[in-house]
């Protein structure tokens, strides 16, 4: 269960007045919540939660991402497939375009593209969630029967106890799964056993382990130390606490909408949630309240021990891998058995202000859906968007062998709605000779400091080179997705931006330079590929088929609809070559909510 702080928040500068500053305001912010009664870090808005829209402004809305006609959304909940339909429920607010009166929203599909809107299916009903129901995923028990796990508050202010509950279909008939019942053996999981009832929430899909018990996990937190507790059941109804938690690591702060799935060393297809043994790794996602972001850790799941121990590739905790550098919390993968794939919803919220969003009548997207799979390196995942969303692609232009020679260079891709786009690209260069030193200090900083020091603007060697999205003609607006490489001792790093620094003349936004490294041999392939998916006010991309991924929320004013432009652009000194580039406008699907 998540909520809206804005990212402006979660610029942290170690040892530095900027990052005291942080730290005060978020002090500030989670003590007075509490003080409401409210443990989890949101952002209320009681006299604005069930302001309804008198208009919906359809500038900067979306085209072909999933977003409803209206209001607030936040987290995706229990994403599935059952009898040919994909289920989507997520967090939303029917009354307002901020966090409140939140239920759970449901929409159907046969290909992840085209949406149905239907009634909502949880709504707080019952003691065990008359304060709220919050989020959960999906299960498929055997005989093909889906339960939905979620979290409710059963108190109110000051308590604000969270349990996890269970809901089932009232009719197994219905393709649309419309209807939910939530039985009265409610709830199934309580914190008695020493955690901490107030941050304890968003509990996994489950697997069936080979010893018969069915397993799931819980996010919670034991004060600044994250959790992610481990029950088993043999019923799905009677759950018992492990020992141990399955994972735990200090000062990380609550862990919300924990993921926990396995994935293939070999090969392209996902995995069901039940599958152990060799051949496979377990990956452990968490998204962490304090900072805003989503961590994941590649690892082995000691299943006759019940504990998850990542590899020593990457660091566990603040410091470590993204599944996205930029607006992307608090996803929900899910297994597709009909095309063998797992696949990752998240929700991405605004950037401006809830005044903003109260005037527009509308808040929170949910990013494209991406197949997730382990780098072949063992090391990394590599997301892509689903292959279905190529249906949209209309209009195409192509451009083959361009050479960007000087500084300050840039080609315009005309022919298609720049505004609305689907574009991919791979640039290469003949040497690294130029590639700009790595300077020590930055060891110190993260990828989106180093970004902001060194933005598509600042001249340099290799790069920085790459995109300027929702560009106004004269450059006064612009989203540039660029990478530059830099030498460092015995290697080289990649970096790779998305700046909204200049994405918009609109005072009172959240404009970051978002930005991670990407892990590719750079110095043997002389190459790298760049996905964005441009729609409005979202661009997300996919650097190095998905091994870096950033998604930026921008808000342009000159560049909008049939203004907008696109480019490619090189800005070092070392010439880079469009080796090839498609881009594709993009159509809207024929149904969403």
């Known amino acids: 269960m998540s909520s809206k702080i804005s990212h402006k928040y979660h610029s942290y500068e170690y040892g530095s007045t900027s990052f005291l500053l942080v730290v005060l305001i978020l002090f500030i912010t989670t003590t007075t919540l509490y003080i409401h009664g409210v443990e ?16 919906v402004s359809q500038l900067h809305r979306t085209s072909y991402h999933f977003q409803p006609k209206q209001n607030w959304i936040n987290d995706p909940n229990a994403p599935m497939y059952y009898n040919g339909i994909y289920h989507l429920f997520y967090q939303y607010n029917p009354k307002g375009a901020v966090w409140g009166n939140i239920v759970w929203a449901h929409s159907v599909s046969t290909d992840l593209i085209n949406w149905k809107a239907l009634e909502p299916a949880i709504v707080p009903s019952k003691p065990f969630d008359q304060y709220g129901c919050w989020s959960g995923s999906a299960t498929i028990l055997p005989g093909n029967k889906p339960v ?39 709830p199934l999981v309580v914190a008695n056993n020493g955690e901490n009832g107030t941050a304890f929430r968003d509990p996994t899909t489950a697997w069936l382990s080979k010893s018969g018990y ?58 069901d949630a039940s599958v152990t043994g060799e051949g496979v790794k377990h990956v452990l996602k968490v998204s962490l309240d304090v900072t805003r972001y989503e961590y994941y850790t590649v690892g082995t799941y000691v ?18 891998l993204r599944l996205d550098y930029g607006n992307f919390y608090a996803s929900k993968s899910f297994f597709d058995p009909a095309k063998n794939r797992r696949v990752i919803w998240s929700w991405a919220n605004e950037s401006d202000t809830a005044a903003h969003d109260v005037a527009k009548g509308w808040a929170g997207i949910q990013l494209i859906p991406r197949t997730i799979l382990l780098d072949p390196n063992g090391k990394q995942l590599m997301q892509w968007p689903v292959q279905e969303l190529e249906t949209l692609r209309g ?11 000087v500084m300050g260079h840039r080609i315009e891709v005309n022919g298609i709605t720049a505004a609305q786009a689907d574009v991919e690209v791979t640039f290469s260069f003949g040497s690294l000779e130029k590639a700009e030193p790595f300077d020590p200090e930055w060891l110190e900083y993260d990828a989106q400091k180093i970004c902001s020091l060194k933005g598509s603007t600042v001249q340099g060697g290799v790069g920085p080179f790459g995109l300027l999205t929702l560009a106004s003609q004269e450059l006064e607006e612009y989203t540039p997705v660029f990478f530059r490489v830099f030498k460092a001792q015995n290697t080289h790093k990649v970096l790779m931006c ?59 004013t000159l560049a909008v609809y049939e203004n907008a432009h696109l480019y490619v652009f090189n800005n070092g000194s070392e010439t880079i070559t469009v080796e090839n580039l498609a881009a594709w406008s993009m159509k809207k699907p024929l149904h969403m909510n």
Not at 48 to 55: C, D, F, G, H, Y
Not at 173 to 183: F, G, M, N, V
Not at 216 to 234: C, E, F, H, P, Q
Request: net charge negative; charged share 25%; aromatic share 10%.
């Open 40 to 55: 989890a870090s949101h952002d209320f808005h009681y006299n604005l939660q069930s302001v309804e829209a008198e208009n």
């Open 148 to 186: 939905i796990l979620y979290t409710g508050i059963t108190e109110g202010p000051p308590k604000n106890v969270q349990v996890q509950n269970y809901a089932i279909p009232a009719n197994l008939s219905d393709p649309y799964l419309r209807e939910w019942i939530k039985p009265d053996n409610n």
């Open 214 to 271: 069915w397993k799931m996990l819980v996010g919670s937190r034991d004060n600044d130390t994250g959790i992610a507790y481990l029950y088993k059941s043999k019923d799905f109804v009677n759950w018992t606490k492990a020992k141990d938690p399955i994972h735990s690591k200090p000062e990380t702060g609550m862990w919300e909408c924990p993921d926990f799935f396995p994935v293939s060393l070999k090969g392209v297809n996902g995995l």
């Open 303 to 320: 299943t006759e021990e019940d504990r998850y121990v990542p590899d020593n590739t990457s660091v566990d905790g603040w410091a470590g």
């Open 395 to 405: 209009a195409k232009v192509v451009l083959t062998d361009k050479q960007m020679l």
């Open 498 to 556: 998305s700046d909204a620094t200049r994405s918009s003349l609109t005072e009172g936004l959240y404009r970051p330079s978002f930005a991670g490294f990407v892990d590719v041999d750079i110095a043997a392939d002389k190459q790298i590929s760049l996905r964005s998916l441009i729609d409005n006010s979202v661009v997300e991309s996919f650097g190095a088929r998905g091994r870096t991924c950033i998604s930026s929320r921008v808000y342009p």
